[in-house]
């Protein structure tokens, strides 16, 4: 069974900066891409950010220029570094791994992110 365990969440203060990790467990196949996506309560889950086993990213156009996805396959890991945070980027993190073999994803269980003063 897939199991993704994040950490990295917190409270800090605008400007400042979080790193965000996700540990992939259980998967049988190559994991195609991993990314991390986030939600506000009453909103929809939106991408943050991904990257693809051949290291495409991709970044919403709010994070572009701060945040910066990362991975490491040794470790089925994927990282989130989050620099210049703004109190618009609270939200609770979800990690995602999708296995092209399966046509499957899988979801973390989310970290929470509070940029406030």
């Known amino acids: 069974q897939v199991q993704l365990v994040e950490s990295g969440g917190g409270l800090v203060q605008p400007g400042e900066s979080l790193r965000l990790s996700c540990v992939a467990s259980?998967?049988?196949?190559?994991?195609?891409?991993m990314g991390w996506y986030r939600q506000v309560s009453g909103r929809q889950r939106e991408l943050v950010a991904r990257?693809?086993?051949?290291?495409?990213?991709n970044y919403a156009d709010s994070v572009k220029g701060r945040f910066t996805v990362s991975r490491d396959d040794a470790k089925n890991t994927v990282y989130l570094q989050m620099n210049s945070l703004k109190p618009e980027d609270t939200a609770v993190y979800y990690c995602?791994?999708?296995?092209?073999?399966?046509?499957?994803?899988?979801w973390g269980q989310g970290t929470q992110v509070t940029v406030s003063s």
């Open positions: 995602n791994i999708k296995v092209l073999a399966t046509q499957s994803e899988y």
């Open positions: 990257i693809t086993s051949s290291s495409n990213t």
């Open positions: 259980g998967s049988r196949f190559s994991i195609y891409a």
